[in-house]
């Protein structure tokens, strides 16, 4: 199901930032703008002549290699997972990042830094709800090569768990669980990036980590390592002197927390899965996440999503109760038969409301629209979809059989097949925008057997009886 839960929301205002890649170890700079509703986050790279926008979904993921790469006509974005982690950690739909440079600065290896200068500015609320896609059934993903799997099941919000486990005493298992998203700038937003002291040589040799140092990143000790090996680290890091004991931290750095790992896996699984250009709600367990199982995920839920928004049905159980029948409805609208075109209310919120309509061939417009060929009329399926919408919008007032729905406009109207006697119209209407002054902007979805017959977009107000 795709709900609506909130308001949109963008920065206040602009953030700048400079610093060092960890693999590429360049300068670089980046800019965060605020952006208009639905923009989404889009990375800008403002070097390149003429710009390049990358939006940043899973789609456009090049490479999961040490960290995650988004690329579109030869410009890439490298490392985006820790500023990503900090936008939708803090609340944010909406930002234009713009990069100078092919990598976002690596800062003190976690996303504290950026968190820290959302928080500051602060956040704007928009006027668009935002889209949130709501797991129905059990999803696993999983990486048999390196043993990853994520599960995702359903929930009443948003939570996730990471569990680790490198088989080193070092680091030994580790597992932490984020239940509350407000609690990002809190709990995770400090876990700093790691590594294993066996890995680093190997990530030299591949020309990797070149912006890696003690300051960015922890270095967990799983094997001692021989004298020359013990040099180019110094090098890299820039140390005269480096400790390193067996089963430890190199040069003893102090930790945030004492799973700071697993809580930076999560901060990196935060950032992966805001690929999928839209917040989730519900219950994460991810063991042994990476950036590859990682935004394979992202790309499994953007699938899912594609393939609801293409049909848009509502997720309704028509063997339980209605939220209104037929009475309550008469008591609302001011509709009666043979003008009144629907029959039940299945689902009503501030945001949202489904109801049905049975169609039979008692319909008067049957006789005359079309004798032998009874098709219901479209212009009678808009009115039906609107008298469903009248319910939310009279639904908003105290005393709603004293006010009166009158269109305001209808726009990109479709009809995409017939409607006949025997059918049942399911419709789902949703905000577009909060309600002012009466005034209600709608989107609504006219269904027959979980396909659309009909949709568009409707505007009304309600006005008390003269």
């Known amino acids: 199901m795709i709900a609506k839960k909130h308001l949109q929301k963008t920065l206040s205002k602009e953030i700048s930032f400079e610093g060092i890649g960890l693999h590429t170890g360049l300068k670089t700079k980046i800019k965060l703008l605020p952006a208009d509703e639905d923009t989404g986050i889009i990375f800008r790279r403002i070097d390149l002549k003429p710009n390049v926008e990358i939006p940043a979904l899973a789609s456009y993921v090049v490479n999961t290699d040490r960290g995650t790469t988004l690329g579109k006509e030869n410009a890439f974005i490298k490392t985006t997972e820790h500023i990503l982690a900090s936008i939708t950690g803090c609340g944010i739909n909406n930002c234009i990042i713009e990069v100078h440079g092919e990598e976002i600065p690596i ?10 200068a959302i928080n500051k500015v602060g956040l704007k609320e928009q006027k668009i709800f935002q889209d949130v896609f709501v797991i129905e059934k059990n999803i696993t993903i999983r ?3 390196s043993g990853s799997e994520i599960i995702f099941v359903p929930n009443q919000k948003l939570s996730i768990t990471t569990l680790i486990d490198y088989e080193t005493k070092a680091l030994g298992s580790q597992n932490v669980i984020l239940k509350d998203f407000e609690d990002f700038s809190s709990e995770i937003a400090s876990s700093r990036t790691f590594s294993l002291l066996s890995e680093l040589e190997t ?8 912006g890696g140092n003690l300051d960015n990143s922890v270095v967990y000790v799983d094997k001692l390592i021989d004298n020359t090996s013990i040099d180019k680290l110094k090098n890299l890091f820039n140390q005269e002197k480096l400790i390193i004991n067996e089963n430890g931290i190199v ?14 896996k999560l901060l990196d699984f935060i950032g992966d899965i805001s690929l999928i250009g839209m917040p989730i709600q519900g219950k994460i367990i991810a063991n042994k996440p990476g950036h590859k199982i990682n935004v394979n995920f992202a ?4 699938g899912l999503i594609k393939e609801r928004k293409k049909s848009n049905y509502p997720s309704i159980d028509l063997t339980k109760p209605p939220i209104m029948d037929i009475n309550q409805i008469m008591a609302m609208l001011p509709h009666r038969p043979p003008f009144l075109l629907v ?10 409301v489904v109801g049905l309509k049975n169609v039979t061939m008692n319909e008067s417009f049957f006789q005359g629209h079309f004798p032998g060929a009874p098709v219901m009329p479209g212009v009678l399926q808009i009115e039906s979809m609107a008298q469903a919408g009248g319910v939310l919008v009279l639904s908003t007032v105290p005393d709603p059989e004293n006010y009166l729905t009158f269109f305001m406009k209808i726009d990109n109207v479709k009809f995409k097949r017939p409607v006949y006697p025997g059918d049942t119209l399911i419709f789902k209407l949703e905000l577009l925008t909060p309600i002012r002054r009466g005034i209600c902007n709608m989107k609504g979805y006219g269904f027959v057997n979980g396909q659309i017959v009909s949709e568009g977009e409707l505007m009304a107000q309600i006005s008390k009886r003269k």
């Not at 003190?108 to 820290?116: I, Q, T, Y």
């Open 203 to 210: 990530l030299l040799n591949q020309n990797l980590i070149q």
């Open 251 to 264: 040069n003893n750095v102090v930790l945030n927390n004492s799973n700071e790992a697993a809580r930076h």
């Open 143 to 145: 990486d048999d090569e």
């Open 343 to 352: 029959d039940k209310i299945l689902e009503l919120s501030e945001k949202h």
């Open 299 to 302: 790309k499994e839920i953007l």
């Open 107 to 116: 800062m003190d290896g976690s996303s504290k830094k950026f968190v820290d």
